[in-house]
């Protein structure tokens, strides 16, 4: 039988040291019984060549001992983390020389973790942050559910989830149920969100009203309440509505209508992630 495992990718920046102390409080929260921390040595075809008074080949023993002290960081990081996380759960590493993104997708393909936990930063320039700069990209390509955790986030229990759902495609909520299973999920608030700026909720027709009951009927295994807001701009409707609520997790759902198809198709949307400053966690 396979582990429940937890994939989090590293690259030792803050942001990622905090994506892993996160991962030990939701590991043992939620009974995961494996973490693979995941760290990419791949270097690209210009960062074997250095500055100099001209351009030379770095010495071959350079290299060698950079990557023999990313891998003695990465110990010490399984280390730490192992007593974090106590007896139960397994903590493992994985180097790679393939780039990140490529990297995740093998990893997942063989070891079948059951979510990627991805530190992000809106400090961190994407050069300066390996895993904050691939973030939309392993989110878009991922086969398995992704958790992005914001840089300065601390873990909280998670009582009220955001869903924000367009109402074009309430069968995306289907996506939700996959959790049920899990009993830790089943006491959760879901806080379900349609940015309404044509005010229907006010007036309801047939279509809207049906919508709705599909909506109900989707998420009749967990506690949930439909909320609406009246912004313009769907973002700043969901950034706003997190401000004013108590939210300790939001809910990005697949589909050409979702939150998820804004977030992976529009680069303006990219600032959400950014400027959330909960997690989310995109389920596929």
């Not at 996160?22 to 693979?36: C, N, P, Q, V």
């Not at 891998?71 to 974090?84: A, S, T, W």
């Not at 899990?182 to 608030?189: A, I, K």
Request: glycine share 4%; with cysteine; charged share 20%.
């Amino acid at each position: 039988m396979l582990m429940k495992t937890l994939l989090v990718p590293v690259d030792f920046t803050a942001a990622s040291e905090n994506a892993v102390n996160f991962a030990a409080e939701w590991s043992r929260k939620y009974l995961y019984e494996r973490i693979i921390l995941l760290r990419s040595l791949y270097t690209s075809m210009y960062e074997g060549v250095i500055m100099s008074g001209e351009f030379s080949n770095v010495d071959q023993d350079f290299l060698n001992h950079s990557r023999m002290q990313e891998r003695e960081q990465l110990n010490e990081l399984c280390k730490r983390l192992d007593k974090k996380t106590g007896p139960g759960i397994t903590v493992q590493t994985a180097l790679t020389e393939l780039p990140l993104v490529r990297s995740v997708i093998e990893v997942i393909r063989e070891e079948q973790p059951v979510m990627v936990l991805l530190g992000s930063s809106r400090e961190n320039s994407n050069n300066e942050s390996l895993v904050a700069g691939n973030v939309i990209s392993i989110a878009k390509i991922s086969p398995v559910r992704v958790l992005i955790v914001p840089g300065h986030y601390v873990y909280e229990p998670i009582k009220n989830v955001l869903v924000p759902c367009d109402f074009n495609a309430v069968e995306s909520l289907n996506k939700v149920n996959t959790l049920h299973a899990s009993v830790q999920w089943r006491d959760v608030q879901l806080m379900v969100l349609n940015v309404d700026a044509k005010h229907r909720h006010l007036n309801p027709d047939e279509k809207f009203k049906a919508a709705e009951a599909g909506l109900h009927g989707y998420l009749k295994n967990f506690q949930h309440q439909i909320y609406y807001v009246e912004d313009k701009n769907v973002i700043n409707g969901i950034l706003g509505f997190t401000r004013s609520n108590k939210v300790e997790l939001l809910f990005a759902l697949p589909g050409k209508y979702s939150f998820l198809y804004t977030l992976t198709h529009k680069s303006i949307s990219e600032a959400l992630y950014r400027n959330t400053k909960i997690p989310v966690m995109i389920l596929k």
